[in-house]
T-cell receptor, first 113, second 112 residues
Framework: GAVVSQHPSWVICKSGTSVKIECRSL??????MFWYRQFPKQSLMLMAT?????????EQGVEKDKFLINHASLTLSTLTVTSAHPEDSSFYIC?????????FGSGTRLTVV | ELKVEQNPLFLSMQEGKNYTIYCNYS?????LYWYRQDPGKSLESLFV?????AVKQEGRLMASLDTKARLSTLHITAAVHDLSATYFC????????????FGEGTQLTVNP
């Protein structure tokens, strides 16, 4: 079946630094990729939708300059958290869509200290 | 705006018992998804329901879809501890740019 690889699975960084998270579709081409953020015991919150070769569409309230999304190819999307602060600590999950099949990455636990 | 509501949000049950989780959504949709999430993990796909009256079963879990009532159910039969997890339903609607809208999740705890 379809597999989405997400790296790193966890990362600890200092306040003010930037962190990049990668999301790769391994055996299919994803027309669209999604980035979610999840706080403990809550549902997934969609941050942005990205299509290959075009700018990401951000949800209301998500700072595009802080959460940079690049979708350079049909198999790779990256999320960069710039100038991270402790409030950015969260679980980030990517998802790749092919047709109407959604495949989720394994998630990245970000801790900003 | 498409809204998805699950109930209950928290469910504690004994092993061997049966229970049902409900998922209501606000506008017409033709596809409903159920996912399982273990603590600290990502989502695992359980079922995709494609049409009215669809029923799918895997082990002790059975999901159904009633598009007229805008309702899906996830029925648990003879629960076992390994089923303890958070269960999410999600809906996508082609006209919304085909993206998933998630319910709040149901945290299921199965006690020995």
């Amino acid at each position: 079946g379809a597999v989405v690889s997400q790296h790193p699975s966890w990362v600890i960084c200092k306040s003010g630094t930037s962190v990049k998270i990668e999301c790769r579709s391994l055996d299919f081409q994803a027309t669209t990729m999604f980035w979610y953020r999840q706080f403990p015991k809550q549902s997934l919150m969609l941050m942005a939708t990205s299509n290959e070769g075009s700018k990401a569409t951000y949800e209301q309230g998500v700072e595009k300059d802080k959460f940079l999304i690049n979708h350079a190819s049909l198999t790779l999307s990256t999320l960069t958290v710039t100038s991270a602060h402790p409030e950015d600590s969260s679980f980030y999950i990517c998802s790749a869509r092919s047709g109407r099949v959604y495949t989720f990455g394994s998630g990245t636990r970000l801790t900003v200290v | 705006e498409l809204k998805v509501e699950q109930n209950p949000l928290f469910l504690s049950m004994q092993e061997g018992k049966n229970y049902t989780i409900y998922c209501n959504y606000s506008t017409t949709s033709d596809r409903l998804y159920w996912y399982r999430q273990d603590p600290g993990k990502s989502l695992e796909s359980l079922f995709v329901l494609l049409s009215n009256g669809a029923v799918k079963q895997e082990g002790r879990l059975m999901a159904s879809l009633d598009t007229k009532a805008r309702l899906s159910t996830l029925h648990i039969t003879a629960a076992v501890h390994d089923l303890s997890a958070t269960y999410f339903c999600a809906v996508d609607k082609e006209t919304s740019g085909s993206r998933l809208t998630f319910g709040e999740g149901t945290q299921l705890t199965v006690n020995p």
